[in-house]
């Protein structure tokens, strides 16, 4: 069994980047500040931390207009709720959860019938004997994006009406760390699992 690719999304200098894993040996180059760093601390963060120990300055600072995106569409979100019709109200709704960002790392594996896979069974969701392919994502979200919205706005005032600054006090009260299996081949299909349960798929070791 093995990682054959990584994908991540907003997390410090690691705005959308994929990178592929070689069977043996993957060597990680670049030039300081290039988010060779970067990588490592996100693995350690979702899968070694027991407590979610990530804050809002680990979102990429690309992912900071789009937060005030979200915010703007929540609030037509709330215009259409008092007037609109309920596909207009559903619309505005998935409009400014679709924008707001999360930290993302999708670990892609693949293993033979030879190996054991006794920790990754429970992330298999397909039922095909020739796949041999898992799918675990990794997220630093938030599942209640109304509260989050609704606190700030009843608050504004103590945050100099700035919602970035509400962000970096207060992200961690609304924002926590998600795992889920997911079937590449269908993302629909997806189930949600324990951290605990992740950690013992994978042997890491941190210098």
Not at 32 to 60: A, H, R
Not at 165 to 170: I, T
Request: aromatic fraction near 14%; include cysteine.
């Amino acid at each position: 069994m093995r990682i054959t690719k990584i994908d991540i999304t907003n997390f410090r200098k690691l705005g959308s980047i994929s990178v592929a894993l070689d069977e043996n040996v993957t060597l990680i180059v670049g030039r300081n500040n290039s988010g060779k760093t970067s990588l490592t601390e996100l693995i350690y963060k979702f899968i070694k931390c027991e407590n979610s120990s990530f804050t809002f300055d680990d979102f990429s600072l690309a992912s900071h207009c789009l937060f005030t995106e979200s915010l703007e569409k929540f609030k037509i979100y709330k215009t259409k709720k008092a007037t609109g019709d309920e596909t207009e109200i559903e619309l505005a709704r998935q409009a400014y959860i679709e924008k707001l960002p999360i930290i993302s790392a999708k670990i892609f594996l693949e293993y033979l019938e030879s190996d054991d896979i006794s920790a990754l069974s429970d992330f298999i969701l397909d039922l095909d004997v020739n796949r041999k392919d898992a799918l675990i994502s990794c997220n630093y979200q938030t599942l209640n994006s109304e509260s989050l919205f609704e606190t700030f706005i009843n608050n504004a005032a103590d945050f100099n009406n700035n919602f970035i600054e509400f962000l970096d006090k207060k992200i961690t009260s609304f924002y926590k760390a998600y795992f889920y299996a997911v079937d590449k081949e269908n993302p629909a299909i997806v189930k949600e699992f324990d951290r605990k349960l992740i950690s013992n798929i994978f042997i890491t070791g941190f210098i």
